[in-house]
């Protein structure tokens, strides 16, 4: 005669067919939680990463503003840093613009590479221009002591002012290099900036060489190379927002440490 077991005939309790009591959560129901949060949050802090970034590619030709100020100096001849030199009518302006230009870049550069799980290249270059931003604000806070343009035995080299825009090149080149880098080692979201990036940098270092002409005693002209130059570093800023605004992989909060 076939008996029955006694697994066989055990009946699930009502704990088992009814799930947890009414209103109690589960350890997945926290889990969906986080997953939902994180796919509303993340498309948000993209977005405001690559809007704080094109803003600072906007004002960082504030200097357009020029053409429509009486600033008394001639841009074929002049530093841009010279427009909020001391003494001159318009510096708080162009300052001003300048402050705001580089606390828009280094929190959407810090925002990118937090939001980033990427190689050491990106992050290093998303620091390179957090550092950018930094050494930006330096150079406002110590300013040109004069105008070498206008200004009769006003000297063009002012030394602290001469090292901090030396030490914004430097983070500038760094953050290029080492971002193009990582979008050419297969990087999806910086595709353009693999594309683009090249050029925008050879043409930046072109231009900026084309600048130290009035330091080494050389004047004339350097104001155009200088304004070209500052265009491709904000169409550089624009390359990274873009990028940044519609990057849809490798995006989330950074875990572990970043590939090589």
């Known amino acids: 005669m076939f008996i029955k077991s006694d697994v066989a005939r ?18 997945y129901d926290a889990l969906d939680a986080r997953v939902q949060e994180a796919d509303t949050a993340l498309p948000a802090a993209r977005a405001a990463a690559g809007v704080a970034l094109a803003v600072a590619g ?11 100020l009486p600033t008394g100096l001639d841009p074929r001849h002049a530093y841009v840093s010279e427009l909020y030199a001391m003494g001159q009518p318009f510096r708080r302006v162009f300052g001003t ?3 705001i230009c580089a606390v828009l870049l ?54 602290l002012h001469t ?8 983070c500038l080149f760094a953050s290029m290099a080492l971002l193009v880098t990582a979008a050419r080692k ?7 900036v693999g594309s683009w990036g090249p050029w925008l940098s050879g ?5 900026a060489l084309g ?17 070209v130059h500052l265009l491709l570093v904000g169409l550089w800023f624009l390359l990274l927002a873009g990028a940044v605004g519609r990057d849809r992989h490798g995006w989330g909060p950074r875990t572990g440490t970043p590939s090589g």
Not at 186 to 192: S, V
């Open 203 to 207: 043409g930046a270092l072109v231009s």
């Open 211 to 227: 600048t130290v002409g009035a330091l080494l005693g050389l004047a004339g002209w350097h104001g155009v190379a200088q304004r």
């Open 58 to 68: 906007v004002l960082y030709n504030s200097w357009v503003l020029e053409v429509f």
């Open 163 to 170: 090292v901090t825009s030396a030490l914004v090149h430097f």
């Open 97 to 99: 613009a300048e402050v």
């Open 10 to 27: 055990e009946k699930p309790s009502k704990e088992t067919r009814m799930g947890p009591p009414a209103g109690e959560s589960t350890p």
């Open 186 to 192: 297969g990087r999806e979201g910086l595709r353009p």
């Open 106 to 159: 280094g929190w959407g550069a810090w925002r990118s590479r937090s939001l980033a799980a990427t190689s050491r290249a990106e992050v290093g270059g998303w620091w390179a221009l957090v550092g950018f931003a930094v050494w930006s604000l330096a150079d406002v806070a110590v300013p040109m002591e004069c105008a070498p343009s206008v200004a009769e035995g006003c000297r063009a080299v002012h030394p």
